[in-house]
Structures are given as structure tokens and as C-alpha cells.
């Protein structure tokens, strides 16, 4: 329910509500204040506050610009609780276990794309299953699937579906060590088996861009990014197999809460002593979980490689600059007034954002600091930025992960049809394919906030800087 | 009978229905038709579905969960439910239904999951009320 809070501000770009009530810290919102005017038209403030309450939390509950209202944790959120003392929140994670992004470049430019631009979306739509249809997707058993779960992109890698650099050039190298296939029911595994390689619907889309300006010139340089190259944006996660995992640890969350006497203000906040039994159980199989995105971001991308082969020709090459995961739980380290702390980092709709010199970083990116991929909404832009050292110091190397919704998928389809809408956007220069009617609609750039705007806070406030700005060509969604 | 709700990033429904059972029948069938067209779905076949609870609200969660399984991991399509038996804590019926076939049953939303936000199981003077929201 909406509550009273005070919001402080001595820089215009934090915002501190203090803590009050059950709240065991206070909140830290980043925004503008016009982003802060939307932000408090939903629930999300009220979220962040009840992340505050969370056993063990250290620091503050923190709210990206791209915040909005999810379930228990707002989308946006990012929450580190004490590994040895502190709680782990399935929810902190949510359904869509390492939902990210992965950029990819090719060796050609907008003008060499456009004229068969139409060919390519729709090559593209053929080749990289939205996972509705039930074929198409990278086919493993029950055995491989097991693999998967331990191995994430590597096991894609060494079974023919990426290069050997591919699996280098993902966060924590696509595998999260201690994943426990053990953890992870049978029905996670039925529901994921035959989804391995697919895109899903709701926000997750597949976008061909190009290069639109460039502001820091090193650090493109070392992502190989040029004006006007093309380049491929990839949004999924672990699909049923994730949303299964969440699911099931959720149902035990009640019962074991009880155990160890946690009352919490929000039901979908549901969380266990990190090491409990329960909270070990569910770390394993989330890791597992993660791994499969992974994987599942690497099959997409193989697909791709293929649909850009029969467009081009053999020749046409595409290269991972990075992929990021946005909903995760990771054990890392951070100094937190004046002393190292060894924390769980719930990131909820949130990117990871190590600066330069981070041993974590792939050497070829160590000099400029990690990339973190921004995927707007569709038909306006996306960002690529580095992690800079504010985000140590302030956020638990972490920044925002899109544009954050304004309108509900309800609001967004109302009084418009799918085809005015992609008439519009076709006389904007973007080419939309889509499985389902309502995945254009809901996702029209009204529906979301500036993403120009949430990427001027970050890269204001130091925690990352900007890179790249790309604007979309062919969008295809489930 | 339902509703849709309205959820920044996801999608809501109301249900209404005079009793319990019906109220968890009810509620199945709009996560079903959310996800896919139900126009064409014939009821050729009968899956048993259970779930158990700490009370109505974990019930009702916990039965969605199961029949969203049954249609995302067993790739069923649901024509209608039948509650047989429903508790404090458990609750058991069928569905009725076949097995998915995309070009008849085209998918509208693929459904993540059933989620406890702003959950509501209530009995009001008019019969049994449930709001739940998905994530989608």
C-alpha cells in the first residue's frame, strides 16, 4: 500500500529516504528529479523500503533511475546482505533467473544492412525461436541438460555452438561456479529442455542496431565499436527453467521463514538465512539456473550467426563484446566503512558495473572497465557503458539495466493496433517482426522511460560511463 | 468470471466466483487464456492436478504454479477445471485438454510465473474474490 516517506537530497541526484519502522537501513534513490516525479506513481519507493528490512542487509537499499514496481523487490533494486549473518530473497533475484543482455558485433555497416534489412529481420525470425512454437531450439538430454546447468556457455562452446572466445567474454565467463543441478526439480529441467537456445516474450527481444555516436573513444576502441557499425542486441534469460527454479524455492520460503522466526512486510520477499540449508539449496540451483541463461544467450547467438551467414554470405563474422546478467544473486566482496565485508549481492533488474582494473574484467577491457550493456525500448535507443570506480564505492559495483516502464502492458495497448504501430515505427527506419500481436504493443516506446535520461544520472552520479549510443534497425520479439 | 489488472511491468486478473472450488476453477482458466487462445482447445483428455498450502493464498499460488507447469513443461492446452476436493491446505481436481498444438492454440503471453504481489483470497457477501498478478 502507498505510505508516507521524507526524500532528501543534497546533490539532486541522490535521494536518501531515511530509515524508519522495520527498516534496518535507509533507501538511496538515483534519479533526476523529473525520473523521480514517475518513479513515485507506482509502488516501487514503497519496495525499496521493504528491501530495507531484510536481515542483515549492509549498506543501503538502493533504486536505480530505471526502477519501477516489480514483485517484493522493486525492478531496479540492488540489495547486499552479510554472507556469514545476512538472508538470501529468491524474489531479490526474481522469476527470470540471470535475465541479461549480450551485445554482439558484425563486420558491417548500416548502409550495407539497410537494403536487405527487411530479409535479415525476417531470416532472423525464422532461424532464432521465440520458444511458443515448441521447435527449433538447441536440442540436449536429460544428461547434457545436467551439463549445461554446471557448465552454462562453456558446455555451448565445446559442443559446437560458439567460438572459444565467446564464453571468455561473459560475465563470471557464462558459468557461475557451485551450481547444483541436484537443487533444480524436474520439472525446472522439463520445463527448460526444450526452451535451450530461445528468446521468450514479454520485454525479451532480439535488436539489430547501429553505432550512433561514440563518447569515449578508448573504450570503443577496445570493444571493436565504430559510427555506424552494426551491431545485434540479445535480451533473455533462463526461461521456464528459471521461472520454474523460483517458483518451487518460493513455496518452500513460507514454511522455512517460520523456522527461523523472519516476519517480513511483503509476502514475495520470502527469504532464509544464506547459510541455511534452504538458503544453500536455493543458491545452488539458482547458479544452475544462471548457467542456462547463459547458455541460452550463447544458442541465440549461434542461430544468429547462421541467419547472418545466408544473408551475407559465409564471410559475415559476429564477434561478443559482452554479455551482463541483470537479475542475480553473487557472492562478492566490497569494502564498506573502512572494512572488507563478504556480501550476497541481490541485483533485481540491475547490471553489474566493475571499473577499470578489476581482475573480473576480460583483459582485453581491463584498461577501460567493464562494459555494461542499456537496452532502451524499442524504437528509441540503447547504451553501452563502463563501470566506473563510484559504483564500488556507492552501489555494490552495480548500475541500472534499461529504461524502466512508465505505462502497464494493460495502458500501453490501449486505443492502438499493432499495425499502426509498426507503421510508425517502419517510418522511423525500424523493421518489427513479432510472434505474438501484444508484444508490439506493449513494448512501443511510450511505454518506457528516457533511457537518455536514467544513462545521464548514472553517468553523472560516477558509477559508469558512457560509451556508445545505438539506434535500433529490425526489432524481433516473442 | 474475471478480469485483467492493470501491473507497470506485468499483468493482473480478478476473479469472482460463488464458491471456493469454482473460485480456483476460475482462476486457472484466466491464467490459461492469458497465456493462449482458447477458442479452438477441445476437451479430449483428463490430467489430474493437485497442490497443497498454508492457507488460501499459498493454495491458490501453489495451484496456479502447478497448472502453469502442466502447460509450459507438458506443453497442455486447458479447455476447463474441475475442483473435486478443496481444504484449508489442499486442493485437487482435473483439467480438461489436449495436448498443445501452436497452430491451433496460438500463444498470446508466455507466463513466467504466479506471484505473491498484492495477493488477495477473499470471501465478501457476492462470493469468493481472488486478485493475482503474473509475471509475464
Same mark, same amino acid.
Not at chain 1, 530495507?52 to 549498506?59: D, K, M
Not at chain 1, 529504461?403 to 502497464?408: E, F, N, Q
Given at each position: 500500500m502507498p505510505r508516507y516517506y521524507q526524500l532528501e537530497s543534497s546533490d539532486g541526484i541522490r535521494y536518501r529516504i531515511p530509515r524508519e519502522g522495520q527498516m534496518r537501513t535507509d533507501v538511496v534513490v538515483y534519479a533526476s528529479a523529473a525520473l523521480l516525479e514517475h518513479i513515485k506513481l507506482d509502488l516501487s519507493l514503497e519496495q525499496a523500503m521493504n528491501v530495507?528490512?531484510?536481515? $542483515?542487509?549492509? $549498506?543501503s537499499s538502493l533504486a536505480m533511475p530505471d526502477i519501477h514496481q516489480g514483485y517484493g523487490f522493486p525492478i531496479g533494486g540492488v540489495a547486499a546482505t552479510d554472507f556469514e549473518h545476512g538472508v538470501v530473497s529468491p524474489g531479490g533475484v526474481g522469476f527470470d533467473i540471470n535475465c541479461g543482455v549480450r551485445l554482439v558485433r558484425s563486420g558491417l555497416t548500416e548502409q550495407e544492412v539497410r537494403p536487405r534489412l527487411a530479409e535479415l529481420v525476417e531470416q532472423v525470425f525464422q532461424d532464432v525461436p521465440c520458444g511458443t512454437g515448441g521447435s527449433g531450439f538447441v536440442g540436449v538430454d536429460q544428461k547434457q541438460l545436467e551439463q549445461v546447468l554446471v557448465l552454462g556457455a562453456r558446455w555451448m562452446v565445446e559442443n559446437g555452438y560458439g567460438d572459444r572466445r565467446d564464453a571468455e567474454f561473459a560475465e563470471a565467463g557464462g558459468a557461475l561456479d557451485d551450481a547444483d543441478p541436484r537443487q533444480v526439480s524436474e520439472k525446472a529441467k522439463k520445463r527448460g529442455r526444450p526452451q535451450l537456445g530461445t528468446l521468450g516474450s514479454g520485454n525479451h527481444f532480439l535488436e539489430i542496431q547501429y553505432v550512433e555516436t561514440i563518447h569515449d573513444d578508448k573504450a570503443a576502441r577496445a570493444m571493436g565499436l565504430q559510427v555506424g557499425q552494426v551491431v545485434v542486441l540479445i535480451h533473455s534469460g533462463s526461461r521456464g527453467l528459471g521461472h520454474q527454479v523460483c517458483t518451487d524455492y518460493l513455496a518452500q520460503m513460507g514454511p522455512a521463514m517460520k523456522k527461523y522466526n523472519i516476519t517480513l512486510p511483503d509476502r514475495q520477499l520470502a527469504c532464509v538465512p544464506i547459510q541455511s540449508e534452504e538458503g544453500q539449496a536455493y543458491l545452488g540451483a539458482m547458479r544452475a539456473a544462471a548457467n542456462f541463461a547463459w547458455a541460452n544467450r550463447q544458442g541465440i547467438m549461434h542461430f544468429l550467426r547462421r541467419s547472418f551467414r545466408k544473408v551475407f554470405g559465409a564471410g559475415a563474422r559476429l564477434e561478443l563484446i559482452y554479455d551482463v546478467c541483470h537479475n542475480i544473486a553473487k557472492h562478492e566482496r566490497y569494502e564498506v566503512d573502512g572494512k572488507k565485508r563478504d556480501v550476497l549481492v541481490h541485483r533485481k533488474g540491475a547490471t553489474r558495473a566493475y571499473p577499470p582494473g578489476h581482475r573480473e574484467i576480460p583483459l582485453a577491457y581491463r584498461e577501460v572497465g567493464q562494459p555494461v550493456l542499456i537496452p532502451g525500448s524499442m524504437g528509441t535507443a540503447s547504451w553501452v557503458l563502463v563501470g566506473a570506480e563510484g559504483a564500488m564505492r556507492e552501489t555494490f559495483g552495480s548500475v541500472c539495466h534499461g529504461? $524502466?516502464?512508465?505505462?502497464?502492458r494493460t495502458a500501453a495497448k490501449k486505443g492502438r493496433n499493432a499495425q499502426e504501430v509498426k507503421k510508425k515505427l517502419e517510418e522511423m527506419g525500424i523493421v518489427v517482426r513479432s510472434e505474438t500481436r501484444d508484444g508490439i504493443l506493449e513494448e512501443i516506446p511510450e511505454a518506457y522511460k528516457d533511457v537518455d535520461e536514467v544513462i545521464e544520472v548514472v553517468h553523472r552520479a560516477g558509477l559508469a560511463r558512457k560509451v556508445a549510443r545505438l539506434r535500433p534497425m529490425g526489432v524481433i520479439k516473442g | 468470471m474475471f478480469e485483467l489488472l492493470e501491473h507497470t511491468a506485468d499483468i493482473g486478473f480478478r476473479a469472482r466466483a460463488r464458491t471456493l472450488a469454482e473460485l480456483f476453477e476460475t482462476a486457472a482458466m484466466a491464467l490459461e487464456s492469458i497465456a493462449v487462445e482458447t477458442e479452438a482447445i477441445e476437451p479430449r483428455q483428463e490430467y489430474r492436478l493437485e497442490a497443497t498450502g498454508e492457507d488460501h493464498e499459498s493454495l491458490l499460488v501453489n495451484w496456479l504454479s502447478e497448472v502453469l507447469y502442466w502447460m509450459d513443461g507438458e506443453q497442455l492446452a486447458f479447455h476447463h477445471f474441475r475442483v473435486t476436493e478443496i481444504t484449508a491446505t489442499g486442493v485437487s481436481g482435473r483439467g480438461m485438454g489436449e495436448r498443445r498444438d501452436p497452430a491451433r492454440h496460438r500463444a498470446k503471453l508466455i507466463v513466467k510465473a504466479v506471484t505473491y504481489h498484492q495477493l488477495r483470497v477473499a470471501e465478501t457477501p457476492e462470493g469468493w474474490v481472488a486478485e493475482v498478478y503474473l509475471d509475464i
Open positions: 530495507a528490512t531484510l536481515p $542483515g542487509i549492509v $549498506g529504461a $524502466g516502464r512508465l505505462l502497464s | -
